[in-house]
């Protein structure tokens, strides 16, 4: 990759610069003495580029500036640009500096800030885990959800280290096996238990994946879990109400046979004898019917 080298005055202003920055910044155009490094940077961000160099620390710091230029292609480019002082008998008689196409590592760097920011708005829990099990990244639902701290931090975070043995308990266990053979699985979802910051016992719907180095050890893993503590709850009444008088609560004549089927089907293997008793109450619709 090409390395544009140019040199300003004391106000940063280009003094001279090497082909390959004027290939780099200028377009390939000749260098214009008194003219700034950044001339051909966007409006704005060339206004904010003085903004920075007139708000610099002391006139010998090192100062550094990206901002982006238009291309012939309609297209832009970014680039990273680094001065340092000229200093010469202990006096300071310019810059020195060099420009670089940051272009990928920037696009980059923007795609990964647009997803973190996608996923701290999900209602997903997503925690990543470096092949140390310490939290690289938890977004937002993490934090609430599971109680995990800031990256990093996992060895001394209860949250973090209840959360991954929860995990790791009902994994199998060749899928975070150092050594696990090739074209083991890399994936698992399933549901845990898990008492959450607030003390509630949640059921969470978890999927892991793992990811692994071409000599197949670990590189990093990760988790998404979604709340599902509402949805079994929501079932086990639905179940509930199948089996039971609405009006009452009594087990009705569903779970009433569903019983007596089970008692009767075991019996054949223990051969204890099963017995059915029946009571029969005067007018217990009516009492039903009324006051339950």
Known sequence: MPIGVFETDLNCRLVSANDAFRTLVLHGAPVVAGTAPWTNAMPHERTECEKQWAQRGAPTDVFSVEFRIGLPTGESAWIALTTQPIIID???TGHIGTALDVTSHTDQRQLSEQLIGLLDVSGDAVIVFNRI???????DTAKTLVGVHDPHTSFDDVASRTFMQAV???????LLDPAAPTGSPSRWDGEIGFRSPDGIARV????????RNADGSIQHWATISRDITEERHAQ???ARQAT??????LPNRVLFVR???EALER???THASVGVLFIDLDKLKHVNDTIG
């Open 259 to 261: 019983k007596t089927t």
């Open 90 to 92: 202990g006096v300071l």
């Open 267 to 269: 019996s054949k293997t």
């Open 168 to 174: 790791r308990d009902q994994l199998p266990r060749v």
């Open 133 to 139: 099990g310490e939290v690289v990244f938890a977004n």
């Open 244 to 249: 039971h008088d609405a009006l009452t609560g």
């Open 236 to 238: 086990a009444e639905l």
């Open 204 to 211: 969470l719907h978890v999927v892991v994946q793992v990811v």
